[in-house]
């Protein structure tokens, strides 16, 4: 049986920085496994640019992006195996390695070994908003990032004319698209009273080509024998149901969804990782390791992220976590544990537990808040509801990723859990 | 006074461009900001991202980007030259596919390498 130190599940974005951070904490027997025929994940879809100002200083498409970790990873001797589909994941008893079944056409059914394991598989479209619309059921309804892959890497147009439902990022990018390459968008239609996406990618996606974005608007009806003929929107009440009277009919061939997107955690619910129902991913502590020893996850399987350059930094704390497993640094069961808790406003954070003896010099915390805000300070407070640390924002979204820096000592000498919490400004005051 | 939101980041500033007092703008966290608003406003340029046609590799789009904004009015333009133009494999990344697009000084360069397949 092949032995590794380390196997990282997935080669896109998460996958790449995590192995590579592996390798430069001093592994040396690392394996990649990815399921598509190359590395780079759906970056390699995502031509538009936007990506790596963080990580990079420069506005990079996401190709470009993925290239410049392929190319360090080929400075290494990380070994990766292409079009090899990951099956399960053992985990050993004991701290005792674990194992990981995969097959690939090439080399049929394969058994590995490794001492730590890095869960990297990324997420995947959300659909349900398609079972849910009513009407007819003809073609022409893709998921945004299924139109993405045709018209990116196939070179083929889904259609002429197009409503997109949603308002996530992928789906305002691909209005754009679709646009530039001569199609007719006729609505942007959003459940939600507020966008799901980033407030640039409105503008420079939408405003930038006229095309309208309907606010707490729904599709109630689909039209059309074989292909999409007509699509009916109408507008939702508070409650989100259709308000009868305010329907308007779009002729139209096409439909996207951008409607969310779902952490794929099949191997890891069935290797019996504690999972989080809030972020559809794994419990995870501050080095990014799930409730079983040794096995690690990071990116969008973890909690679905706005910008790559997060998942990047998110990865290389997992890979490094790992190295130090295999190197022998490993948390006893036995560690002093902090849970994370969300308050008012907050959805749910990642870390949702940190161990404060394992914890370096900060905590980096990642979470979305459940409603728009104008000026607001995000409280960070103790078990008996002292205040630990503040952050302000000029403004919150749900469709905005937060993340705070909360310092190593104020983590360790909290007293109970840590409630992170949103508290708006009253009357636009001043705190 | 003019409102925008900032593109050039994630972080989406809301700005506010003064056009009679020379474009001054303020809402802005950092100096891109300034400049994005102060060129909005009196010509606006976006950085075009695309794919043209590839033959004989392991794809058959190339994404390609231009490499530095172009004007926004030349986008459509720009496409139509895009989508007329095939290129054989293998090809590199960064290479350039088409020099001087449009006139614009820009040129459309590849996002990514593309070997034969």
Known sequence: MATYELIVVGGGPAGLAAACQAWEKGL????????????????????????????????????????????????????TRLDTMVLQIVPGKDGAPHQVHAVSAKEGYQVLEAQAVVLAMGCRERTRGAISIP??????????????????IEGYMVGRRVVILGSGDIGLIMARRMTLEGAKVLACVELMPYSGGLMRNIVQCLQDFDIPLYL????????????????????????RRPIPGTEMVFDCDTVLLSVGLIPENELTRAAGADMDRRTSGARVYENMETSIPGIFACGNVVHVHDLVDYVSAESERAGAAAAAYVQGKRAEATARTLELKNGDGVSYTVPQTVRPDEAGKTVEVFFRVNRVTGPAAIAVRDGEGNSLTGFRRAHLAPGEMEHILLPGNLVRSAKGPVTISIEEDKGGSAR | MKELVCIVCPRGCRLQVDEENGYAVTGNSCPRGAEYGKNELQHPTRVLTTTVRVTGGVHSRLPVKTSTAIPKALLFEAMEMANAICVAAPVQPGQVIVENLLGTGADLIAGRGIAKG
């Not at chain 1, 007819?136 to 998921?143: D, K, L, V, W, Y």
């Not at chain 1, 074989?226 to 009440?237: H, Y």
């Open chain 1, 216 to 239: 707490s608007h729904t599709i109630t009806d689909i039209k059309g024998h074989d292909r999409v003929e007509q699509v009916t929107v109408s507008e939702v009440g508070p409650d």
């Open chain 1, 135 to 152: 009407g007819e059921r003809p073609s022409g309804i893709f998921t945004a990032g299924a139109a993405q892959r045709y018209l990116n």
């Open chain 1, 28 to 79: 040396r027997h690392i394996l990649i496994l990815e399921r598509d025929s190359e590395l780079g994940g759906i970056l390699n879809q995502c031509i538009h640019s936007g990506f790596g100002l963080q990580r990079f200083r420069e506005e990079l498409t996401g190709p470009e992006y993925a290239g410049r970790f392929i190319e360090m990873l080929g400075d290494t001797g990380v070994e």
